[in-house]
């Protein structure tokens, strides 16, 4: 693709079909592949039966984001990130439970021209109604780059619970290495929490280096009266909640590669303020 690339002109080359531009900025492509073998993909709501991908229905496929960034050598790439979902005439999105499957295309620059290096057009389902949510890019490594999801789901009128996923190239395809609860929480009246993520750079690890997690929220026992829904809170915390009335929490995990994936070691490091 010449320079500058256009995302939408791209995703057609990729999945060729025709182009809805409905209102609301709604554009998406609706296309069908007789020849592609289905297979399999991961939801990571846990949806039961087979999720097998391209739809046999049709598939409607949207630009989800452009991401730009360049190495230490200069060297300059483009992530183009997608969102499939079943074709709807309407350019609709449901299924409250169902996630928007993700796909990747990365692009290197030469001269005038974006040249495509890797394309898998299904990596895993994120989010709810059929909407993945943006990748983010953040650095993991020399040079060695990932995405990170933040996948929120929850039930009509209760709590919504968010979980962080980082998605990185590791045995020949892009794949979810890391998987963390307790990263937000919110439609709840009496606890709440949000989450934030860093890399440690400590020079320890030229690749998958640690990634810390801290989360941060407030509990109060008065508003539990307000909750419609019975909040578990998390295992570090659950003490303090049945014997203080309110208080302000922060969590510190810290999650290092081992094998496959990001696991959590050591303890996780807890402490309160404004406890009452």
């Given at each position: 693709m010449q320079d500058p690339i256009d995302g939408v002109k791209t995703m057609q080359k990729l999945f060729p079909g025709k182009l809805y531009k409905l209102s609301d900025h709604n554009t998406f492509i609706s296309w069908k592949c007789?020849?592609?073998?289905?297979?399999p993909f991961t939801d990571v709501n846990g949806v039961e039966g087979d999720q097998l991908f391209p739809y046999s229905e049709g598939v409607a496929?949207?630009?989800?984001?452009?991401?730009d960034y360049s190495n230490s050598k200069g060297n300059q790439f483009k992530i183009l990130a997608f969102n499939h979902s079943y074709y709807d005439a309407d350019g609709l999105q449901?299924?409250?439970f169902s996630g928007g499957l993700l796909g990747l295309a990365k692009f290197a620059k030469n001269g005038n021209a974006w040249e495509m290096r890797s394309f898998q057009p299904a990596v895993a389902a994120f989010?709810?109604?059929s909407q993945s949510p943006k990748p983010k890019l953040l650095q993991i490594g020399e040079d060695q780059y990932?995405?990170?999801?933040?996948?929120?789901n929850g039930g009509a009128g209760g709590p919504f619970e968010g979980y962080l996923y980082i998605v990185a190239g590791f045995d020949g395809k892009y794949q979810p290495i890391l998987e963390a609860n307790n990263?937000?929480?919110t439609n709840v009246s009496s606890i709440t929490w949000s989450g934030s993520y860093s890399v440690v750079d400590d020079g320890a690890k030229k690749h998958f280096r640690d990634i810390i997690i801290k989360t941060s929220g407030s509990f109060s026992k008065a508003a539990k009266a307000d909750d419609e829904f019975e909040v578990t809170p998390p295992d570090e915390i659950a003490a303090m909640a049945k014997t203080k009335k309110s208080f302000n929490f922060e969590i510190e995990r810290r999650f290092s590669f081992k094998g496959k994936s990001y696991k959590l070691i050591g303890n996780p490091v807890v402490k309160f303020s404004n406890v009452k």
């Open positions: 007789k020849t592609c073998k289905p297979l496929t949207r630009l989800l984001a452009n991401i449901t299924g409250r989010g709810a109604f990932a995405f990170t999801l933040l996948h929120v990263y937000q929480l």
